[in-house]
């Protein structure tokens, strides 16, 4: 038996990564920001694990928004090499 092929982006030009990565970021964000500047006295064992899984899913929605970046600037464009880690060359 063979397992469906799994994949987010569909090809060139494809912004669902983005949008995937936006929704995780934005959401996870303020709860981190809000957890560094105003820790709660009384979380007991639980904050350290949920600023983890917080911090977590605030990298991997930066990562799916870099993903995102990539599928859809073109080729030779700012975005391109930025996305790329291309930043010095012409």
Not at 45 to 69: K, N, Q
């Amino acid at each position: 038996m063979r397992w469906p092929k799994w994949q987010i982006a569909a090809g060139r030009g494809d912004f669902l990564p983005i949008v995937i990565g936006c929704v995780m970021f934005f959401i996870s964000l303020p709860s981190v920001v809000l957890l560094l500047l105003h820790p709660d006295r009384n979380s007991g064992v639980i904050g350290v694990p949920l600023m983890v899984i917080l911090s977590i899913g605030t990298l991997i929605g930066l990562a799916f928004i870099i993903l995102g970046i990539q599928l859809c600037s073109t080729p030779g464009s700012l975005t391109y090499r930025l996305a790329h880690g291309r930043f010095f060359s012409h």
